[in-house]
Nanobody
Framework: EVQLVESGGGLVQPGGSLRLSCTTSGFTFDEYAIGWFRQAPGKEREGVSC????????YYPNFVKGRFTTSSDNAKNTVYLQMNNLKPEDTAVYYC????????????????WGQGTQVTVSS
């Protein structure tokens, strides 16, 4: 059974940093792309990063480039999202997810999701 568990969320002031973790099990970690997404109240879910563990390529949308970094620890089956210079508009529930097959890349589709972790950026 595929399991994805996010942790590391919390309350942080603008300009601060957080590191989220996505601990996984139930699939061959180094064969899959793993994406990070977020959803704020009243807004659609959006992707914020992806790492393709089969090769190591990473992808970010422009609105987080230079602030967010994703990395993998294959020994721990864990993916991280380092978030720096956080802004109030980064407030959202953050999720990690994997596609339904190792043949799918960061473009998805994503079939397995974690339960999410809340990130609140506020002074």
């Amino acid at each position: 059974e595929v399991q994805l568990v996010e942790s590391g969320g919390g309350l942080v002031q603008p300009g601060g940093s957080l590191r989220l973790s996505c601990t996984t099990s139930g699939f061959t970690f180094d064969e899959y792309a793993i994406g990070w997404f977020r959803q704020a109240p009243g807004k659609e879910r959006e992707g914020v990063s992806c790492i393709n563990n089969n090769g190591g390529a990473t992808y970010y949308p422009n609105f987080v480039k230079g602030r967010f970094t994703t990395s993998s620890d294959n020994a721990k089956n864990t993916v991280y999202l380092q978030m720096n210079n956080l802004k109030p508009e980064d407030t959202a529930v953050y999720y990690c997810a994997i596609p339904g097959s190792p043949y799918y890349t960061c473009s998805g589709p994503y079939d397995h999701w974690g339960q999410g972790t809340q990130v609140t950026v506020s002074s």
